[in-house]
């Protein structure tokens, strides 16, 4: 039988009970998806518990200014990789107060693709500063199904993936 997603809301009300049960703070770093996780969770009443800030680093500039993602790394691997989603996701920690961190970077299309990054690859990373986890997917539909897609993507995987990145 299968089952049908999670509403946005329910995740974001289990990424807050997770979190402040465990006194944890949240802090992401966006680029494709633009903030949208961040608003999500700031959608709810109360996230200033949990939730500590936002960063959307849409630019290469920006994930090297207020990430510390080195330009070195972006020129060799390109804004749509495995390490730079990884540097973000540190990165986040590095400049915040959260002991969790969401990245995301990918392409959300209709321009910015080649055969190797097609429309809808995005990159995740997941930190706890002590672990950090990332995932490639690739995500179908328009520019505007690829964000939302990324962004309760980015959520139903840090509730899957919390008890490893807490585990000491």
Not at 55 to 79: C, D, F, R, W
């Amino acid at each position: 039988m299968h089952t049908a997603p999670p509403s946005l809301e329910t995740l974001v009300a289990d990424v807050a009970r997770t979190l402040t049960a465990n006194g944890w703070m949240l802090a992401t770093a966006e680029s494709c998806t633009g903030g949208l996780v961040a608003a999500s969770c700031t959608d709810m009443a109360g996230s200033s518990q949990w939730f500590d800030r936002a960063m959307v680093t849409y630019s290469n500039a920006a994930k090297e200014a207020m990430l510390g993602v080195p330009a070195q790394l972006i020129q060799s691997h390109g804004a749509v990789s495995e390490p730079v989603a990884r540097a973000m996701a540190e990165g986040a920690l590095t400049h915040s107060n959260a002991q969790l961190s969401i990245a995301i970077t990918g392409i959300a299309g209709p321009s910015g693709a080649s055969p190797e990054k097609p429309v809808g690859t995005v990159w995740f990373a997941w930190s706890s500063g002590r672990h950090t986890l990332s995932e490639k997917r690739v995500f179908p539909g328009d520019r505007q199904a690829v964000r939302q897609a990324a962004t309760m993507h980015a959520l139903m995987q840090l509730l899957a993936y919390y008890p490893s990145l807490s585990s000491s």
